[in-house]
């Protein structure tokens, strides 16, 4: 069995327990770079896709012909046809890899960095300066979280063991489950006003996209800070742009965005109340172990013709 790992940017899986195990049962090549077409796939008959970098449409699916299976990991199959890989009888076995804190503790590092002021504060020393800003401590403040599933939970919790008060709105949250991880449900629009710091975690969707409009960034306090390391398409970024220039709120930190990489001219690159990093969210050695293991899991498994967890259409 040839079995292909794609969009591994990092070169992290080839050390990886899952891929040894994988080596057993097959020949496996790992892809560092993105593909050209799927026709650089032919011949294989099992496929590993890191997260959403590669968009699985049902054209993509089609031009696949020797694929059985496709290990998606990651929690999230929205960039995948799975109507189109249903009816050409092609298995989307769930690698979800299980949880790994990195994007909630990023989402409290990039909290403490604009509101310390870090890298500001950290590039006037190398200037030479000594540069004495007012800032702002965590103790005391109010935490709205959008999206209170596994990584909004986990950043709940190291809110609460920071001093904060947390409020917590999802698509599905009830105040009863807001209230059994110590947090105070609100409606979105009542979350952006009453918070000091807005961090996201929503899942991207059709539901989702562009969500934190104009109008929800306009109820915030001038005070205020946003943090997303959810995805930069949750938020519309034309607005934010706006709202920043303006002074809105006191600044963004944001480690995703509507299109990766950002533009080299982008405007949020020269805006002075922002702190920008290049998706650093989740990939880590330990989330592409994690991910290298869940596939191995699935395509074993499937070869040994046990039943394989999948993503089906409407998931």
């Known amino acids: 069995m040839k079995i292909a790992f794609l969009d591994d940017f990092h070169c992290a899986y080839a050390e990886t327990d899952g891929v040894k195990r994988l080596k057993e049962i097959g020949e496996v090549t790992i892809f560092t770079e993105p593909l050209a077409g799927p026709e650089a796939l032919r011949g294989y008959e099992a496929i590993v896709a890191t997260r959403e970098r590669t968009k699985l449409t049902a054209d993509y699916i ?11 990991t ?5 960039h995948i046809d799975l109507a189109a890989a249903q009816e050409r009888g ?9 949880f790994c804190g990195a994007a909630g503790e990023l989402a409290f590092g990039l ?4 509101m310390r002021q870090i890298p500001a504060t950290d590039q006037a020393m190398r200037r030479g300066e000594w540069p004495m800003p007012m800032t702002r401590v965590l103790r005391g403040k109010t935490l709205g979280i959008v999206g209170l599933g596994n990584i909004g939970k986990f950043v709940a919790r190291i809110a609460q063991v920071f001093g904060m008060r947390v409020l917590a709105w999802g698509s599905r949250l009830t105040p009863e489950t807001a209230a ?5 449900y609100r409606t979105l629009e009542a979350l952006m006003a009453e918070s000091d710091v807005v961090s996201i975690h929503a899942t991207l969707s059709p539901q989702t996209t562009g969500m934190i409009s104009r109008e929800l960034l306009g109820l915030m306090k001038p005070t205020a800070y946003l943090v997303n390391t959810a995805r930069g398409a949750i938020i519309d970024e034309a607005a934010l742009v706006d709202v920043l220039r303006a002074g809105g709120i006191a600044g963004a930190a944001l480690d995703v ?11 949020l690159r020269g805006l002075p109340n922002t702190v920008l990093t290049p998706h650093l969210g989740w990939p880590t050695d330990e989330m592409y172990d994690q991910f290298a293991t869940a596939a191995a899991d699935a395509i074993i498994d499937f070869v040994n013709g046990r039943d394989v967890p999948q993503f089906l259409p409407g998931h």
């Open 180 to 184: 059994a991880e110590n947090c105070e």
């Open 90 to 98: 092609l298995v989307i076995a769930k690698a979800t890899g299980g």
């Open 257 to 267: 965005f509507e299109s990766e990489p950002l533009a080299e001219d982008h405007p």
């Open 74 to 78: 990651g929690n999230h199959a929205y």
């Open 111 to 114: 909290m403490m960095a604009i």
């Open 62 to 72: 089609a031009r696949l012909p020797d694929a059985r299976i496709i290990a998606q």
